[in-house]
């Protein structure tokens, strides 16, 4: 099983910051790697896949990075929709998705 | 816009066999999506459970995969979970789901969700 670790497990920022969350890989994932955005009582949201490639529809203060072990997902100023938790997905090998991140907004 | 909507009891009795159905709108289940379900313990992460595409294959979380079925039904345009012998930690948020990119995702169409508890 490929396991995904996120950091930090909370985050607490204000409107403006810019916040990044990281998703490690047990074993190299290549870029097969998505990120989405869960409010309470709602159903997951893509907003990036293949590492960095923006899912339609989604704000372009959102972007991702990296390749092989570490990933980032990166919100260039945070927003008040914002809140709420975020999850890294491997895609290579079957799926396994992060612990979550989970966002306050200060 | 792929629109997906789970349905299905809501409690399930230990040792019998959980049975969901998502129903597809907007687009053909025999189209070039992959279709398939994820699941969400109160509080937890979020579980891959398995996929299918168009009848052909079906690719199963190997730590459910003798306990799993994912099938479908194209005269209803529909895709179905059955989850045999549950037990509490089968207990979840049951989401549908729709990648067209593969069979592992990413996901980029979600159902509602609907919560199965099993309990006696």
């Known amino acids: 099983d490929i396991q995904m670790t996120q950091s930090p497990s909370t985050l607490s920022a204000s409107v403006g910051d810019r916040v990044t969350i990281t998703c490690r890989a047990s074993?190299?994932?290549?870029?097969?790697l998505a990120w989405y955005h869960q409010k309470p009582g709602k159903a997951p949201k893509l907003l990036i896949y293949g590492a960095s490639s923006l899912e339609s529809g989604v704000p372009s203060r959102f972007s991702g990075s990296g390749s092989g072990t570490e990933f980032t997902l990166t919100i260039g100023s945070l927003q008040p929709d914002d809140f709420g938790t975020y999850s890294c997905?491997?895609?290579?090998?079957?799926?396994?998705f992060g612990q979550g991140t989970k966002v306050e907004i200060k | 816009q792929v629109q997906l909507q789970e349905s299905g009891p809501g409690l399930v009795k230990p040792s019998e066999t959980l049975s969901l159905t998502c129903r597809v709108s907007s687009y053909s289940v025999n189209s070039k999506y992959y279709w398939g379900w994820i699941r969400q313990p109160p509080g937890k992460g979020l579980e891959w459970i398995g996929s299918?595409?168009?009848?052909?294959?079906?690719y199963d979380n190997p730590a459910l995969k003798s306990r799993l079925t994912i099938s479908l039904d194209t005269s209803k345009n529909e895709f179905s979970l059955k989850l045999s012998f549950v037990t509490a930690a089968d207990t979840a948020v049951y989401y549908c789901?729709?990648?067209?990119?593969?069979?592992?995702?990413?996901?980029?169409?979600w159902g509602q969700g609907t919560m199965v508890t099993v309990s006696s």
């Open positions: 789901v729709a990648s067209r990119g593969g069979e592992y995702g990413a996901f980029d169409n």
């Open positions: 997905q491997q895609y290579q090998s079957y799926s396994t």
């Open positions: 299918i595409y168009q009848s052909v294959s079906t």
């Open positions: 074993q190299s994932i290549s870029s097969w």
